[in-house]
Every structure is written in C-alpha cells, then in structure tokens.
C-alpha cells in the first residue's frame, strides 16, 4: 500500500511539472509579445511627441538677442539659430530615423535599402508637417508607425538572432546613404524656414496695408 502511495505522488508530480512545463511554453511567447509591444508603444509616444513639435529645441538662445541690437549680437543670435535648428534639430531628427529604420528593420520583410527610404520618407512627412500644422504631425507619427505594427502582428513571424545580426550588418553598411538623408534633413528643415518667413512677412505686410 505505501508502494502505490508512492507511486500515486510520483504521476501526481510527473502530471504536475508536465503541466507547468505546458503553461511556461505558452505563457512565454506570449509575455515575450506583451513586453515587446509595450516596448514599441512607449517609443511610438515618445517619438511622435518629440518629432511632431516644430521647434524640436526649445531653449530659444537666439531670442536672447535682437536684431536691432549691436552687430556683435546680430552674429551670435544668427549662430544660435543656425545651431537650433540647422544642427541639433536635424542630428535629433536623424537619430530617430535611425531608430525608427531599425524597427521596422524587425518587422519588415523589405531589402534595408527601401526601409531606408520609406523610414526618410516618414521622417521628412512629420517634420513638413509640422510646420504646417502640429496635430497634422502627431497623427502622422502615430499612424505609420503603428500600422507597421498592425501588419507585423497581421503576418507574424519570428526573428532568429542570426538574421537580426545579418540584417543589421547590412543595413549600416549603408552608411554612405544615410549621410546624404541627414544632408537632405537639414536641407528641409532650411527649406520649411524659409517659406514660413516668408509667408509671416507676406501676412506681415497685408496687415500693415489693411491698416
């Protein structure tokens, strides 16, 4: 009888792990889903609320200096715009299009060079857009990125460790491309200035008319 006993806790056991075995293995992929998806949206909503605003650097040097000041002043409120928005606006830009190229990198099927292309694409789509109209630019950060999101978990597929790194060595090996983007994201940033200077001297001048 003390044999059976035994024996009777050793299957109990034995159904016991078996089971827990069975629930790790799928409790597993799926806790890994939930923290990458988590991941992801918390660099979605930092992303979109960095990328969509139009003056990314709020420090606003420049405005510490007027133009009708000393010409001393006129250089250095000229340098510290150039230095907010020409050079660390577009080199915090060109981070997350980094970032955001890697991503997709994952989830994409695509060769590195065309997600090179669309993740500029998207950037350059934002950054336009802010300056056109800052609610336009947070739904266009949102919504792209978060479609490719939708379409992964449409089509799911695992990534081995191996292909992530083959992957990726490919993709920096496009470094020579990337270089001429961050030529091309100073170039918008430039370009989007200087119409809407424009266009406030324009409205500028109908109000001075008007009056």
């Known amino acids: 009888m003390v044999?059976?006993?035994?024996?009777?806790?050793?299957?109990?056991?034995?159904?016991?792990?078996?089971?827990?075995?069975?629930?790790?293995?799928?409790?597993?992929?799926?806790?890994?889903?939930?923290?990458?998806?988590?991941?992801?949206?918390?660099?979605?909503?930092?992303?979109?609320?960095?990328?969509?605003?139009?003056?990314?650097?709020?420090?606003?040097?420049?405005?510490?200096?007027?133009?009708?000041?000393?010409?001393?002043e006129k250089i250095m409120k000229t340098s510290f715009y150039i230095l907010e928005h020409l050079i660390i606006t577009p080199i915090a830009t060109f981070f997350w299009f980094i970032v955001l190229a890697s991503l997709i990198l994952l989830l994409s099927n695509n060769e590195p060079s065309q997600i090179l292309l669309v993740s500029m694409g998207i950037i350059g789509a934002i950054r336009m857009a802010a300056h056109y109209n800052t609610d336009l630019s947070k739904d266009l950060a949102k919504m792209i990125p978060f479609a490719f999101l939708g379409v992964y978990i449409i089509d799911m597929k695992l990534i081995s460790f191996e292909e992530i790194i083959a992957r990726g060595t490919e993709f920096f090996g496009l470094i020579h491309t990337m270089s001429f983007f961050l030529i091309f994201i100073v170039i918008l940033e430039l370009s989007m200035r200087i119409i809407q200077a424009t266009i406030n001297k324009i409205k500028t001048k109908k109000k001075e008319t008007t009056n």
């Open 3 to 72: 044999g059976n006993i035994t024996l009777n806790a050793t299957n109990i056991t034995t159904i016991f792990n078996s089971d827990l075995n069975t629930i790790v293995s799928e409790i597993k992929p799926l806790m890994i889903l939930v923290i990458a998806i988590f991941i992801y949206s918390v660099f979605i909503f930092k992303f979109y609320r960095f990328l969509a605003e139009k003056d990314i650097i709020k420090k606003d040097w420049h405005r510490k200096y007027t133009w009708q000041e000393s010409f001393f």
